[in-house]
Structures are given as structure tokens and as C-alpha cells.
């Protein structure tokens, strides 16, 4: 199936008249150096820029996992071997192959080596339940899937009815070494059969990454033309349908977003060896884009945490390592200020620190500046942007108070703020965000009506946040028009939520709200209307576990007897939303 183009999407928020004053301000406040446009055309693809760098680059370490080392030229040749051994069952240019991975050597091996065989990557969270993960195959049409062996189980109760043919497992520690590999063999032995954290699967069809590399590496590799047009990844992000939609992002989008955080940040580089912390997942648009591909083209190091919760372990990780970048959001960085160990380390290295994916908090930023001396530099993002749309700049040294602002528009970036009118508001007027720029995904995979929702005819984006832009063109994030709740950086949407609870016999009504948290940025909370007086919390929370990601579970059920509704008998979630702001900003001893 190839890539399905849109219908010209509906036009109706384009203002009719006149252009916005805020257009072009913020580039007055450019950090010197940096300029207003890039040229998109330098690559053709991700493909030319990866071939490039990891030839620049072939003798410097590229990822750190578990006290072991790959290579630039090391992951070259594997993903060409894996590239080689796609091609070699039939993945043709365009079909999609989904990769199920934690932060592990096996990621950058499937992402590349799926992109060299010209397929489109389709990235899945390796903790999504069997319906999750049966809707996102069945959706991008994937025809084959890397899996770790931890979530096979998963993989083997979602795959009826899924597209995909071929299937490659691995395990924790099969790449940590060439040749006999006795560490990797009894890590994978120790968690198999010591902390049995691998349940049993059947996937009879299913072939070790090992073994494919073995048989990929005979073969020859046919280059396979890729165009900037290209789709390179379809990366499934919510909505307020509450279904789970692939933004189609092509090779251009992708190497244009790094182009432009190179361009960002390029006066600040030197020629030295940066290594990066990566704690976020690398299936994460934030982490993929600005830890997999962009600190590519710098020939750093990556630092992989496979299990970014793990705090204690990841300290253990980093007893023998120094690093001077890290890239992380608000409930992460709070934990490890809330670890004695990280707080006690040597921050002399560190230059870098990043933030995005939700709100930092000023209270989380000030206290990792009191103990690092550095600054978190927080942008904007989303999926359909691939990710970044803003980001403040990199040289904060002299930042007194953490002001809360998502930056500057980053080079080739136009934002405008949309009123409800669908005029555009000027400086310090709120509006919704709309992005207009070369990293604006083509669209919704497959969903032409979703997509005209929120991209119109000339290329802009409606985001679904509002904010305001000062008069040196610094924005600041103040509400969001969508429903959509955002736990620790990623998307819960409560049509989802809802229509998990309401599968349950005796649920009559369910309406699903995000709670202000102060360590998640939001928690989920339903209200629900029972069919059944003997109905419980537990009962409730017992069927949302086997049915959604941990991140989406609900930590708060409240039992009504009915539901605020419109007049034609819509739930209003915003008013539950409002009265529970209320109840949570009285004194505790009159909630």
C-alpha cells in the first residue's frame, strides 16, 4: 500500500485578511549566527544523511548499553545487514516494519536498517497492550515487526487479523557483544529464568536478530532511491476521536527538523566528543529526533537507558560515566533530583540540558540549576512537527529565573496565533498555535477528514494549544483547546480512556479528565455512572490494566449519579475538569 495522499484539507481558520504582527518578530532575537532559513535540500533522505555520518564517524563510540560499546562503523555494517536481510523475505520500498524496542543497540540497528531498505518505520511502545498494539498493525499495514522478548507475548495475542508476515525477536543482551558474547548470553539467561521477566510465548514464525544479521550480512545490499518526499516514518500519535493516528512524516520533514536544531545550536559546538544521557525512549518522536538523529550529525555519544524508571539502576549505569548533554522531561528530571546519588555527582561536564514533551515545571527547573549550575533549555513540540517547532536558546548561563517560555521559532519556522474568530491575534494576545514550516507532517495515514481538522490548504497546522508571543517573539504555553491529557510527556486522550471503561458490562457512563499532578504534570481521573451498586474503584481499575499502557491508567475513580451533558447529550468534560480545579484550590479541610 503505498502512501495515501490528502484531499486539500478544509481552508476555514485562515484568516481572510491581512497578515498577524507577530510575523517575523522573533528574529530579532536570534542568538548571532543563526539563520532565518536552512536549505531542506542538502539530503535526499535520512538514508544520504546516516551514510554520511556514520562514515564521518566510523571509529568513535555511537551508543553506550550496559557497560558495552557500538560503534559508528559497527552500526553501519549491522544495518546494512539487517537492510539486506529485509529485502531478502520481500519488504519492499514503502511497506512498513514496525520496531517494539526499549532503548537497547538492537533500536538504531532496525531504525536504519529498515530505512536503508527503503521501508517506512513504524514505532510502537514496547509496554502497549495486545488492543493497542492490534490497532497500530492493523492500521499501518506493517508487514513485518521487530519485538524484544519481554513483549513477545504481547505481539503473539495481537497479531490475528495484522498484516504482518515476518517477525524478528531479541533479547536484552544479544548485541552487547561480537563473538562468543558470554555477557550478553548470561544477562539474557539471568532474565529469563532468574527474574523471569520473559513470559512464555509461541511465535513459531519468528526468527532471532542475530540470526537475520548472520544471513543479511551474505547478502547484498540493493540501494534503494529514496526522494525527500518519501515517507520515512509513520508515527502514531491521538487525537481527540480518540483513536490512535499515524502522522505521515517524510524523509524531508525529518532531516529538516535536524537541520534546523543544527542551525539552532551550531555556534555552540565545538569540536569535541559530546555524550548524551538518553534516558527518554527512542521510539518517542523527542528522543528519536534529537538523540538518535541530530546528535548523529555531531558524532556523539549515546548513553541508552533501557528503563528510564529504574532510577537506582540508571545511577549504577553511570558510576563510570560523565556526560554533557541530557535530554529528558519534567517527571524525569524530578526523579533524579530525587536521587542522592545524581545529586551528588560532578555536573562540571554537563553544558546541555534539554526539555520537552510537556511542561517544566519552574519549581523542578530552578532546583536543577541550584545542583547542576545549569539551566534546563525547555522547547515545543509535537509529532506532526517532527518534532520541534520552537526552542529557547542554547546559551542561558546568565538566565536568573526559569520564565516558563517554550522560545523562538526555530530557522524555516513560521507561527502564527489563531482566535476563535480565526482571525490571527497579535503580541500578548492568546491564540491557538499554528505552525507553518518544512517539518509539517503531510498528514494523517489513511485519514483525510482528521487531517483537514487541523491542516489547511497552504500548509498550516493547527496544534490544539494556546499560547502567546511577547514582543521579542517568545512564546509561552497557557491552556490547551484539546481535551487531551498529557502524562509525564506523552499523549492520553479521553475518548481512549473512555471507551475502555465503558467496555465493561457494568458501566453505564464514563467520562475521562486530566488532574493537575505535580510530580506526572497531569494523572487521569474518571467519573463514572454504574449499572451495578456493587461496582468498584478496583473492579474498574483491574479492567483498565488489562486493557491500556500504564501511563493512560486512571489513578482516581469518582461514582456518580449522573453526568454534566449538553443539550443534546454530550458529555462536558470541561466542566468536570473546572469543578475539579475548584475542589483541589480550596483549603484541604473544606474539599
Not at 507577530?22 to 539563520?35: F, M, Q, R
Not at 543482551?173 to 529464568?193: E, I, Q, S, T, Y
Not at 518526499?229 to 524523509?251: C, N, P, R, S
Request: aromatic letters at 8%; proline letters at 6%; glycine letters at 8%.
Amino acid at each position: 500500500m503505498a502512501a495515501q495522499p490528502q484531499s486539500a484539507a478544509l481552508s476555514a481558520f485562515t484568516p481572510a485578511d491581512g497578515l498577524p504582527e507577530t510575523d517575523g518578530i522573533w528574529y530579532a532575537s536570534y542568538p548571532p549566527g543563526v539563520p532565518h532559513e536552512i536549505d531542506v535540500s542538502r539530503y535526499a533522505s535520512i538514508v544520504e544523511y546516516f551514510d554520511e555520518c556514520v562514515a564521518t564517524f566510523s571509529e568513535r563510540v555511537a551508543y553506550v548499553s550496559i557497560g558495552s560499546t557500538l560503534t559508528y562503523g559497527e552500526l553501519a555494517r549491522k544495518a546494512e545487514a539487517f537492510a539486506a536481510w529485509l529485502q531478502g523475505v520481500g519488504v519492499q520500498a514503502g511497506e512498513r516494519v514496525a520496531i517494539m524496542l526499549p532503548n537497547t543497540f538492537q533500536y538504531p540497528v532496525a531504525l536504519f536498517g529498515a530505512l536503508k531498505a527503503g521501508a517506512v518505520v513504524v514505532n510502537v511502545n514496547p509496554l502497549y497492550t495486545p488492543r493497542e498494539l492490534a490497532h497500530q498493525l492493523k492500521d499501518s499495514g506493517a508487514r513485518a515487526i521487530v519485538v524484544f522478548e519481554n513483549f513477545a507475548h504481547t505481539l503473539e495475542e495481537a497479531l490475528p487479523g495484522t498484516q504482518v508476515e515476518h517477525i524478528v525477536v531479541t533479547a536484552l543482551g544479544d548485541l552487547l557483544a561480537d563473538g562468543a558474547n558470554l555477557k550478553g548470553h548470561l544477562l539474557n539467561f539471568v532474565l529469563r529464568h532468574v527474574k523471569k521477566m520473559v513470559p512464555r510465548y509461541r511465535l513459531p514464525q519468528a526468527i532471532r536478530l542475530r540470526f537475520a544479521l548472520v544471513a543479511g550480512a551474505k547478502r547484498t545490499l540493493v540501494p534503494v532511491p529514496r526522494t525527500p518526499g518519501d515517507l520515512a516514518f509513520l508515527q502514531y500519535t491521538g487525537g481527540t476521536t480518540g483513536v490512535a493516528k499515524g502522522a505521515m512524516l517524510t524523509h524531508r520533514n525529518i532531516i529538516a527538523n535536524v537541520l534546523q536544531a543544527k542551525a539552532w545550536s551550531e555556534s555552540q559546538l565545538t569540536g569535541e566528543i559530546e555524550t548524551v544521557l538518553t534516558p527518554l525512549p527512542l521510539y518517542h518522536i523527542y528522543s528519536l529526533t534529537v538523540n538518535a538523529l541530530i546528535f548523529l550529525g555531531l558524532g556523539g555519544r549515546n548513553i541508552l537507558i533501557a528503563n528510564p524508571r529504574d532510577t537506582k539502576r540508571m545511577m549504577m549505569v553511570l558510576r563510570r560515566e560523565t556526560f554533557t548533554g541530557i535530554t529528558a522531561i519534567n517527571t524525569l528530571y524530578n526523579a533524579l533530583l530525587d536521587n542522592e546519588a545524581f545529586c551528588r555527582r560532578d555536573f562540571s561536564a554537563l553544558k546541555l540540558a534539554m526539555a520537552g514533551g510537556m511542561a517544566t515545571q519552574k519549581a523542578v527547573a530552578d532546583r536543577f540549576k541550584a545542583v547542576t549550575g545549569q539551566p534546563i533549555i525547555e522547547g515545543y513540540g509535537l509529532t506532526e512537527c517532527s518534532p520541534i517547532v520552537s526552542t529557547n536558546p542554547v546559551d542561558l548561563k546568565n538566565l536568573r529565573d526559569f520564565e516558563g517560555s517554550i522560545g523562538l521559532p526555530v530557522p524555516s519556522t513560521q507561527v502564527r496565533l489563531r482566535r476563535e474568530d480565526g482571525t490571527w491575534a497579535g503580541i500578548d494576545e492568546a491564540g491557538e498555535l499554528c505552525v507553518k514550516g518544512p517539518q509539517v507532517m503531510l498528514g494523517y495515514w489513511g485519514r483525510p477528514d482528521e487531517t483537514a481538522k487541523v491542516l489547511d490548504a497552504d500548509g498550516w497546522l493547527a496544534t490544539g494549544d494556546i499560547g502567546v508571543m511577547n514582543a521579542q517573539g517568545f512564546m509561552k504555553i497557557i491552556d490547551r483547546k484539546k481535551d487531551m491529557i498529557l502524562v509525564s510527556g506523552f499523549n492520553v486522550y479521553p475518548n481512549e480512556i473512555e471507551e475502555v471503561v465503558a467496555m465493561h458490562p457494568d458501566v453505564r457512563e464514563v467520562a475521562a479528565i486530566g488532574v493537575p499532578d505535580t510530580v506526572q504534570g497531569e494523572r487521569v481521573k474518571i467519573f463514572v455512572v454504574s449499572r451495578n451498586p456493587a461496582l468498584t474503584a478496583e473492579d474498574l481499575l483491574q479492567h483498565c490494566r488489562r486493557n491500556l499502557t500504564g501511563y493512560k491508567m486512571p489513578r482516581a475513580v469518582e461514582f456518580r449519579d449522573a453526568l454534566p451533558q449538553t443539550n443534546v447529550g454530550k458529555i462536558l468534560r470541561r466542566a468536570l475538569r473546572d469543578e475539579e480545579i475548584a475542589r483541589l484550590a480550596r483549603p484541604a479541610n473544606t474539599r
